[in-house]
């Protein structure tokens, strides 16, 4: 099936009011005396620590660590990416560098 212009640029605005729908209307709620709400505040302190939990576990979750290459790769990009943040304490830096450090140990040594 093939869509003409028009139609590729209506579900193009529905995909970004959809996006932009659920980013802000959080924002919308919760706005002025609403925001002293001490569950909303207790989410907010919470959830940002269980986001990272889940998604460690996420991609750690396919990881064998009885065949080669024993899950060494994903084990050296966590230790640099640990060291990392508390040497820095720099979320972006310590991502970015961990991707880039795993990559690397994927495709050229560990291959």
Not at 61 to 78: C, R
């Amino acid at each position: 099936m093939t869509l003409t212009p028009f139609e590729t640029l209506i579900i193009i605005c529905m995909v970004t009011l959809g996006t932009m729908l659920t980013r802000f209307l959080p924002f919308l709620l919760f706005k002025g005396t609403k925001s002293k709400n001490s569950y909303i505040g207790y989410l907010g302190q919470v959830l940002p620590y269980s986001v990272i939990g889940l998604l460690v576990v996420y991609c750690l979750k396919d990881v064998s660590f009885t065949n080669p290459p024993y899950g060494l790769p994903e084990a050296i990009a966590i230790l640099c990416i640990t060291i990392l943040h508390y040497w820095k304490e720099n979320t972006l830096l310590s991502i970015g560098v961990g991707t880039v450090i795993y990559m690397f140990l994927v495709q050229t040594v560990f291959i």
